[in-house]
């Protein structure tokens, strides 16, 4: 494995643990700024909301080096995660969920070209998944190591952890990934050419309604499996861990498949078992062990679908492959805001902690319609 690929990834792991770690402390936040549970769910949404806004940004940065907007990049994500672990207040907190959201699209846009560029001919997509390996990483190891240090002593620590992180990645990127070349220049109304054609729409739909659905289960997966399942507190870390493990062996997985098979058709089944499992925690989450393997699929589905979606885009983004790539974090990342927000709604209606997962069910199932249209149009027919 290229050591290159390996320094991009130490990127996607800081940046992942930035962005799932929420879900495991959501309980200890709340309790300490004094917030409902599903007031805390905003700052989920905020990060998102700050992916949206900080990929759009990569056109200003076109003319630069990649490597160098990778570094700057990942500056930004240790300010925003310093200033989360000294946060005073909800607010403050919030704006710095904002701004250590803001490199994420933009990092997981620069870096699965550079990834390309860097990768053996025909392992492009096998590539791009072993960037975004660093934030299935994030989730079995990062995620569940923080949820530890917020139970034991502070959720602040976390986000410090994260902010020190960002020193190694500095140094990696710095050392290991090389100077690649630039891609050609369109102009700055030639990056949002491509958005022209119908493909890019349905993979970003399906993208942000995909995900959308699956956070609305998961950005209250703590309390669900606390409260419905039974597992204790102490539980959490150890089950977060299995989580990771599914998000792992799916995207490994789908990236290998996607340069055998046609990456839509890879995601395109993903999203469709994302629909089954959703529903089935819906039925079945008092289950406990059951519960747990339905989460650990529903894991797996989500970064089944994510490698293949990446690449994607930057195929049918001809003349704006940086805008493209960054596009589908912020679609992943604007359905996670609308997800946290709608699975939050039936629990301040005084639902259950498994509705979400029912509401979830309806938007995967429209991902997947996208998915299977953008396949037998595009794929299929080639």
Not at 94 to 105: C, K, N
Not at 134 to 157: D, E, K, Y
């Amino acid at each position: 494995m290229k050591k290159s690929l390996i320094a991009l990834a130490f990127g996607t792991l800081g940046l992942g643990i930035a962005e799932f770690v929420m879900m495991g402390i959501l309980p200890d936040v709340a309790k300490d700024l004094h917030i409902s549970i599903a007031t805390a769910g905003h700052l989920i949404s905020a990060y998102a909301l700050g992916v949206c806004v900080g990929a759009p940004l990569l056109i200003i940065a076109r003319k630069y080096p990649l490597k160098h907007i990778l570094l700057v990049l990942v500056g930004i994500m240790m300010i925003g995660n310093l200033c989360a672990s000294a946060a005073p207040n909800y607010w403050v907190l919030m704006v710095a969920r904002f701004i250590s959201g803001l490199p994420h699209g933009a990092y997981f846009g620069v870096g699965s070209i550079v990834a390309e560029k860097l990768a053996d001919k025909g392992r492009g997509s096998e590539a791009v998944s072993i960037m975004i390996a660093g934030m299935t990483i994030a989730n079995l190891f990062g995620v569940p190591l923080g949820t530890a240090l917020s139970t034991m002593l502070s959720w602040r620590l976390t986000f410090l952890l994260v902010g020190c992180w960002g020193i190694a990645i500095l140094y990696y990127i710095w050392r290991w990934v090389p100077m690649v070349e630039n891609l050609p220049d369109t102009g700055f109304k030639g990056q949002f050419r491509f958005l022209k054609a119908q493909a890019p729409w349905l993979i970003l739909g399906a993208t942000m309604l995909g995900n959308g659905g699956v956070f609305c289960w998961y950005s209250y997966i703590s309390p669900l499996l606390t409260q419905v399942s039974g597992f204790s507190t102490e539980s959490l870390t150890v089950l977060m861990v299995l989580a990771g493990f599914g998000m792992v062996v799916g995207n490994l997985a789908s990236g290998r498949l996607s340069d055998k098979y046609m990456p839509g058709r890879v995601a395109a089944v993903a999203q469709g078992m994302i629909c089954v499992v959703l529903s089935l925690i819906f039925f079945l989450a008092q289950i406990s062990w059951l519960n747990v393997l339905l989460m650990c699929l529903c894991t797996a589905g989500l970064f089944a679908v994510s490698s293949p979606q990446q690449v994607l885009l930057i195929r049918y983004s001809k003349g704006g492959e940086m805008l493209g790539a960054a596009s589908v974090q912020v679609a992943f990342n604007l359905g996670n805001a609308i997800g946290a927000y709608c699975g939050g709604l039936p629990l301040e209606a005084g639902l259950g902690y498994k509705y979400p997962a029912l509401i979830g069910s309806g938007f995967a199932f429209t991902g997947f319609l996208l998915l299977t249209r953008f396949y037998r149009k595009y794929e299929k027919t080639a």
